[in-house]
């Protein structure tokens, strides 16, 4: 059987949602081990003077526990 959490974070980057998405992946795989689901939450982009200067997720991250 399998118990799983789930961990909340938000992610950013300059070039786009996706590369937000990849950067968030990549930091939880730091602490966080049996990442099997990730659900986007929300979007969100910082404008500047009318131009998108970073792209913003909201992430949920469902991973197992260790037994």
């Known amino acids: 059987m399998t ?16 590369d937000a998405v990849t950067r ?6 730091k602490t966080l081990r049996g990442i ?8 969100r982009a910082l404008v ?8 913003e997720v909201e992430l949920k991250i469902l991973f197992a526990l260790d037994d």
Not at 48 to 55: N, P, V
């Open 36 to 43: 099997h689901k990730v659900e986007v939450i929300a979007e």
């Open 3 to 18: 118990v799983s959490s789930i961990s909340t974070l938000t992610a950013s980057s300059p070039e786009g949602w996706q």
């Open 48 to 55: 500047e003077r009318g131009e998108i200067k970073s792209y």
């Open 24 to 29: 968030g992946i990549a930091r939880a795989r």
